[in-house]
């Protein structure tokens, strides 16, 4: 069973709709999730902000947020998160935003992405991961797992309960 697979199981008995804020990825997360069939029952919609206007637009990411910290940051990472619960019906959401590359700079590399997950009811969090320049698809590859699994774990903590 493929991770997006093992998501749909685990969001269908937790009764829980979910919801992606991607930039980096453009999609991906959301791709995984929609490729499987019935995946309408438990995926709102997915949001792909890859212009700092669209964070603020889309998902009401403060841009003095994005001008303090950046739009890689835990920070950015966990307003995404938020504004697509606040602008869905999901009760889970998760977010990436990262430096896929080719460049970057000494204090975001290449291979730098952050996520946040925001659930109803629960504080957010974010998760730092330097994937390394291993090339872009790479990046976007790992960053698309990394944040499937970070659905996983999500829901098995509320299945868990």
């Known amino acids: 069973m493929s991770r997006a697979e093992h998501i749909l199981n685990l969001a269908r008995s937790a009764g829980i709709m979910i919801t992606t804020a991607e930039s980096c990825t453009g999609g991906m997360v959301a791709a995984a999730l929609t490729d499987i069939p019935g995946s309408s029952d438990i995926f709102d919609r997915g949001f792909i902000t890859y212009s700092n206007a669209a964070k603020a637009e889309m998902l009401q ?66 998760h730092r991961r330097n994937f390394g320049a291993i090339g872009r698809v790479s990046i976007r ?21």
């Open 61 to 126: 990411v403060d841009p003095g947020l994005i001008s303090a910290y950046g739009a890689v940051s835990s920070e950015v990472a966990a307003a995404m998160a938020i504004g697509a619960l606040a602008a869905s019906v999901a009760k889970l959401a998760v977010s990436i935003t990262g430096v896929a590359g080719p460049g970057g700079s000494a204090n975001k590399p290449e291979g730098l992405v952050w996520f946040g997950v925001a659930q109803a009811g629960k504080p957010t969090q974010t």
């Open 141 to 161: 590859t790992n960053a698309r797992d990394f944040a499937l699994d970070l659905l996983i774990e999500a829901l098995e903590g509320v299945l868990n309960k």
